[in-house]
């Protein structure tokens, strides 16, 4: 199951592993916030926009029970890395990983979504020579942040749910966005690092087709001074 380098991380949840190579992209704990935010019932369809190693597939396939999940990655490694730790943790009723990039991935998957959620790329592209692994995963080389919300809009249902993480920077550019493809932001949570006031990054969720009302909660705190998880990361990620 293993290949050169890489490594079988315990994600702390029902038994779930996950295949990473240090060498190259390992998920952070902002795909840990955005699966465990999404709302997803029980026999919902869901897409995953950018799966990178597949965590937000497999974390939302083993606590909300929906019916489908398809994760959609162009990175060749990473599409294997993800389908190799779906197939470990037993998934495959209803993982699916495509490599493919996410335009035009409508064509390929169909329509009619409940819920899509993206952890994209959150810092515009810039020349580079040769972009790797992780240039690809943190820029908007292979996809523009604008892409990503075009191809969830034309993904979801009327009433469909959308869910993106991003840098606080990019908050215009996302809100714009969504509501130039009539997904309209509902609830925006901010989160703060430890040991900072600053906002580093927030979740949106959308609604497709949504009448205009926003919703602010509290600034979610995700670490104490020590590291350790606050009482409200430990709540979400083990309900």
Avoid: H, W
């Avoid at 992780?134 to 892409?147: H, N, S």
Wanted: net charge positive; hydrophobic share 35%; aromatic share 8%.
């Amino acid at each position: 199951m293993l290949r050169e380098n890489e490594r079988l991380d315990d994600l702390e949840y029902k038994g779930l592993k996950i295949i990473q190579n240090p060498d190259g992209y390992c998920f952070t704990s902002d795909s840990v916030l955005v699966a465990n935010l999404a709302k997803v019932a029980k026999g919902d369809k869901v897409v995953d926009l950018g799966t990178g190693s597949g965590i937000i597939a497999i974390l939302i396939a083993k606590k909300f029970q929906p019916s489908r999940v398809f994760g959609i990655e162009i990175q060749s490694r990473l599409a294997d890395m993800a389908k190799r730790s779906v197939e470990y943790n037993n998934l495959v009723d209803i993982v699916s990983i495509i490599e493919k990039p996410m335009q035009g991935i409508a064509k390929e998957i169909g329509t009619g979504f409940d819920v899509v959620v993206s952890n994209p790329p959150y810092e515009k592209a810039v020349d580079k020579d040769n972009p790797g692994e992780i240039d690809i995963c943190r820029t908007e080389i292979a996809v523009k942040c604008e892409e990503v919300i075009e191809c969830a809009s034309k993904l979801l249902r009327f009433g469909g749910q959308f869910y993106m993480i991003n840098k606080a920077r990019r908050l215009v550019d996302v809100i714009c966005y969504m509501r130039k493809y009539s997904i309209e932001p509902k609830k925006i949570y901010f989160i703060q690092p430890k040991g900072t006031k600053d906002i580093d990054t927030f979740i949106v969720e959308g609604k497709k087709g949504g009448k205009p009302s926003l919703d602010i909660p509290k600034p979610i705190v995700v670490y104490n001074e020590d590291g350790s998880y606050t009482d409200f990361s430990r709540r979400i990620y083990n309900k």
